[in-house]
């Protein structure tokens, strides 16, 4: 079975307190994109796991994607398989790429093996793999909170804009920005901001608390960020924690000169 895993972007994302279990809690709004890695599985009388596409950071044996598959194989009577990713999303750019692969794993292992496990039952597994990858269970745009793990729906749709988005090629990691935020609590949700104001008026509002740090450390990836404006962006943000960057259009443009030598990815909107 085939199936293609998708990537999200983050409208807003407020970094509210560090917890006692040392995460975070956090207020952010998932929204899909359709910019896919390419996963199979097939049966097989072992269980292996072999990539393709872009070089996946990390041992073989510690991909999110092995690690779905021994989570199910707990509580499941499950034969081996064959899983291979063809990897087209870019790692350490703040897309969810490798828990969105994680994510499709259990879905479609759910469908292999005819195991019946709801929405909500796959959430919960996918919360055991990473703080985002529950959101990659569902179909629609999601607020998340407490670690991004809790989700509920949001009134929003971008269906009719345009997408770019770009990738300086600079790899940030989870917990190096995780390290440089400062915490607190907005004056302002996230989801009364989307649900609220006009689009025009998310760049006055909807605010991603990582870009103060990484921009201060990186910045190129601010500069992206003013390009996209200037190139008549009516929004643009850094997505999760980096190192990609995107703008909302209201119509298709073209814009691979201007991000030269970057991955830039672009494309209509559900």
Same mark, same amino acid.
């Not at 199979?40 to 041992?59: A, C, M, N, R, W």
């Not at 670690?147 to 345009?162: A, D, H, Q, Y």
């Not at 608390?209 to 962006?233: N, S, T, W």
């Given at each position: ?8 972007? !983050? ?6 307190? @560090? ?65 291979? +990713? ?23 292992? !759910? ?17 055991? +793999?990473?703080?985002?990858? /529950? ?11 407490? @670690?991004?793990?809790? +989700? ?36 302002? /949700? ?8 006009? +689009? ?19 910045? @190129? ?16 943000? =850094? ?22 030598? =970057? ?6 909107? !559900?």
């Amino acid at each position: 079975m085939v199936t293609f895993p998708h990537c999200k972007i !983050n409208l807003g994302l407020n970094v509210i307190a @560090r917890r006692g279990d040392g995460f975070h809690d956090i207020e952010t709004c998932f929204y899909p994109i359709p910019w896919t890695d390419i996963l199979e599985i097939i049966p097989s009388s072992k269980l292996h796991f072999d990539t393709t596409g872009l070089v996946i950071p990390g041992q073989k044996q510690e991909n999110l994607c092995l690690k779905a598959f021994d989570l199910l194989k707990k509580d499941f009577d499950l034969t081996p398989v064959h899983i291979h +990713l063809h990897k087209l999303l870019p790692t350490g750019a703040g897309l969810g790429g490798g828990s969105s692969d994680a994510a499709f794993t259990l879905r479609t292992l !759910n469908e292999i093996f005819n195991l019946n496990l709801s929405v909500v039952q796959l959430s919960q597994y996918a919360s055991i +793999l990473g703080s985002d990858c /529950s959101f990659f269970t569902q179909q629609d745009a999601m607020l998340g909170t407490s @670690r991004g793990e809790i +989700l509920t729906p949001i009134n929003v749709s971008l269906k009719g804009k345009f997408i770019v988005l770009v990738n300086p090629e600079i790899h940030v990691s989870t917990s190096e920005a995780y390290t440089g935020v400062v915490t607190k609590k907005s004056t302002l /949700s996230i989801q009364s901001i989307i649900e609220s104001k006009s +689009l025009e008026k998310w760049k006055d509002f909807l605010i991603n608390d990582f870009e103060e740090c990484v921009f201060k450390k990186y910045p @190129r990836i601010g500069e992206l960020k003013d390009k996209l404006y200037q190139a008549g962006a009516v929004y643009a943000s =850094m997505s999760g924690s980096g190192s990609a960057v995107f703008g909302i259009f209201d119509q298709a443009i073209d814009l691979r000169e201007n991000f030269d030598g =970057m991955t830039c990815w672009s494309g209509d909107l !559900n």
